[in-house]
């Protein structure tokens, strides 16, 4: 039975076309669970699969299935062509998503490999049956499971679908939030990123003062040389390459100085502007810009028709003399040396005066004829007064002593040497005004200082003559005032600096004296706003040799701090020296705080005397409290630390420290606050008598505006209707 079934099985699969639709069918779909209970053939299934044509199947679906995975693997399945998912989808999401079709179709083919696992063999172990009833029941069977599967794959597909579509949506709005989120990033990115500025001058940099050192120079060059070569035929024709060079380099920094000038900022409001448009418009408003056209005019064209010696055309690139004078006044405030450079300045200009006056002067004469009258230049024919030379040198020693007024000159002979010379007298006389003014005013600005420290001296001395002080004492006076002049220390600071605004005062002494103050042991780790209030309160003084700054028992009101110098801490002989204290050191700081407990209390415990001339700074008691008075943090601290020294020191009693309030204290506060209430009622008082006085004003006015009113007529209020109701028509 078993050897008929066996061969039946391989005669079927060998006769694949003698299966009927219906078995295909069930080989296709695979959905063959329940019939692998058949019973009395459970054994004889299970050996026909494992052997012959059970086998076969089994491998023919094993290498089945390997080719489908292979084909998917190297060529997976695209997805379509989307170009708005493309616009905002990611290269992750992207990869995500072939992932995840692939998985699908990986669990697409794993269900199917379940379904249809061993199909072949399942047919033969349903055609085991013998009868066509049972074959029959089973196609029908097989049918209705069929249609079950069916539904049942429908199902999924539709779950599938509604699964895929929730995914693309989610992936869809996973994509749009990461689009957004990158578009936002891109916005904050160009918020962020600051406007490109464009290049502009800055007028208060030194690469400005650079600027106008260089432009200064080609500026001067065509002030002194364009007139010399227009008059001096010579000297343009002998040089007319190096002219050549020299004009159009000089040209080159023109141009760039307009460009410059169009950069070149302004303060609008304190701000520096630096918007390119703005300072365009700035500059096209100023006078300075018509010049500089002018000076841009490419009048060197004219050379094209009359020949380049015609330097002449070229008068028009002095319109930039302005920056000769701006380059002036900035070296002027820039330098250390003010008066002489104001001295030389003036020289400058005299000279380049004579210099022009000059070259007019060889001008007329070559107009009128050398030697033509004694007026003009002699004769250029005679080999001396042909030298060039020799030319400008005679024009410029003429030019001098009529400008000067200081020589006698040839009279002139024709009217236009007569108006020329009156115009050079004129010249000459403001000249020489000019000269003796600035030069006076100069002189007596450079002796200032000096003239005022030299009425101190005058003045004590007179002091001291009235007084009959005893000539010793005068020297040591006198000397005082010599060390005070030699050393450059007669300068009152707070004069000096009083028209500077607080904060640049601050500035200044921060520079100067903190670092001195910071040595103070008292004052180390003390709030950076403390120092500077103090700084601004320290006081210089210079002391004499033999000088005590202090001695045993006076009251403490000061604390000093060694700037250059020496001091010593002598015994009450005078003589016999202690210790010796030197630059940075500093004394007098405990009796100042007034600690509570001190055994010396505010007095001085030691005599301190200058050896030589000394420089110190002065830090006076009511100035600390002053500034303290604002920190009272600082002050606890500062209190805490003198204390630490006076212990360390044994000059502390711990029980009076360790008490309460000093009444003292108490009774200084009590009187403070009677001060303040006082100060407080008399404003009041003064507040109440203003209100009183106007009230009463306005009682006075409102009594009057009462008697108006009362004194008004009914008839004159009808003629005033009337005249309302005419004016109405």
Not at 144 to 157: A, G, S, T
Not at 476 to 489: C, P
Not at 640 to 652: P, Q, R, T, V
Request: hydrophobic share 35%; charged share 30%.
């Amino acid at each position: 039975m078993a050897k008929i079934n066996v061969a039946h099985s391989i005669k079927t699969t060998q006769l694949p076309g003698c299966i009927s639709d219906d078995e295909l069918s069930v080989l296709e779909n695979g959905d063959n669970r329940d019939h692998f209970a058949c019973e009395g053939n459970s054994e004889l299934s299970h050996r026909s699969s494992f052997t012959g044509a059970g086998a076969m199947a089994r491998l023919s679906y094993f290498f089945f299935m390997l080719h489908n995975w292979a084909s998917n693997r190297i060529q997976p399945e695209e997805e379509r062509h989307d170009s708005f998912l493309e616009r905002f989808r990611g290269p992750e999401l992207k990869e995500m998503s072939s992932r995840e079709s692939n998985a699908q179709s990986l669990g697409q083919n794993d269900s199917v490999h379940k379904r249809n696992k061993w199909p072949v063999a399942a047919f033969n172990v349903n055609n085991c049956n013998n009868t066509d009833s049972k074959k029959e029941d089973k196609k029908d069977e097989i049918k209705k499971e069929e249609k079950k599967d069916n539904k049942d794959e429908k199902k999924d597909e539709k779950k599938d679908e509604k699964d895929d579509k929730k995914d693309d949506k989610k992936d869809d709005k996973k994509d749009d939030k990461k689009d957004d989120k990158k578009d936002d990033k891109k916005d904050d990115k160009k918020k962020e990123e600051p406007p490109k500025e464009t290049w502009m001058m800055d007028p208060a940099a030194d690469l400005y003062y650079r600027w106008l050192t260089i432009i200064a120079g080609p500026v001067f060059y065509n002030l002194m040389m364009i007139v010399t070569r227009a008059c001096f035929n010579e000297l343009q024709e002998s040089y007319t390459k190096l002219w050549i060079v020299l004009d159009y380099t000089a040209d080159i920094i023109y141009y760039t100085d307009t460009f410059v000038r169009s950069r070149t900022g302004y303060l609008e409001q304190g701000l520096l502007v630096k918007d390119a448009k703005k300072l365009r418009a700035k500059y096209r408003t100023t006078s300075q810009f018509k010049y500089d056209m002018i000076s841009m005019i490419p009048t060197d064209l004219l050379f094209l028709k009359f020949g380049y010696n015609n330097p002449e055309f070229r008068f028009n690139r002095l319109c930039k003399i302005s920056r000769l004078f701006e380059f002036f006044e900035r070296t002027e405030t820039r330098t250390s040396f003010p008066n002489m450079f104001r001295i030389s300045n003036l020289v400058l200009y005299i000279l380049v005066i004579i210099h022009w006056n000059a070259c007019m002067f060889f001008a007329i004469s070559k107009t009128i004829g050398f030697g033509s009258d004694t007026w003009v230049y002699p004769n250029i024919s005679h080999p001396e007064h042909g030298r060039l030379a020799r030319k400008y040198i005679y024009s410029l020693y003429w030019s001098t002593l009529t400008l000067t007024t200081i020589g006698e000159t040839p009279a002139p002979v024709k009217d236009v040497e007569f108006l020329f010379v009156i115009a050079d007298f004129l010249t000459g006389v403001l000249i020489f005004a000019s000269i003796v003014g600035n030069v006076g005013a100069m002189i007596s600005n450079m002796n200032a200082s000096r003239a005022e420290f030299q009425a101190k001296i005058d003045s004590i001395k007179q002091y001291m003559q009235f007084r009959k002080v005893t000539k010793d004492l005068e020297a040591r006076v006198i000397k005082w005032f010599d060390y005070l002049w030699t050393e450059k220390k007669t300068c009152d600071e707070k004069e000096v600096l009083k028209n500077l605004p607080d904060k640049l005062k601050a500035e200044i002494a921060i520079n100067v004296h903190l670092d001195t103050l910071k040595k103070v042991r008292i004052f180390q780790d003390c709030e950076a706003g403390l120092l500077i209030e103090l700084v601004l309160k320290l006081q210089p003084q210079v002391f004499s040799p033999g000088d005590y700054i202090c001695k045993k028992g006076d009251i403490g009101r000061e604390m000093y701090i060694i700037k250059e110098g020496k001091l010593a801490v002598v015994a009450d002989d005078g003589v016999t020296q202690f210790v010796v204290l030197s630059d940075g050191a500093y004394f007098g700081e405990i009796s100042i705080l007034g600690i509570k407990g001190s055994k010396a209390g505010n007095r001085r415990t030691a005599n301190i005397r200058s050896v030589g001339y000394s420089d110190l700074f002065a830090l006076s008691k009511d100035d600390l409290m002053e500034a303290l008075t604002e920190y009272p943090e600082a002050k606890k601290a500062l209190e805490e630390k003198g204390k630490a020294i006076l212990m360390k020191d044994n000059l502390i009693d711990e029980a009076v420290a360790n008490a309460g309030a000093d009444p003292k204290d108490l009774e200084e506060k009590i009187t403070k606050l009677q001060s303040n209430l006082e100060d407080m009622q008399g404003r009041f008082a003064q507040m109440m008598a203003q209100f009183i006085s106007s009230n009463t004003q306005m009682k006075k006015r409102v009594t009057e505006m009462e008697a108006k009113v009362t004194a008004i007529k009914p008839q004159d209020l009808a003629e005033v209707v009337a005249d309302k109701d005419k004016k109405v028509q």
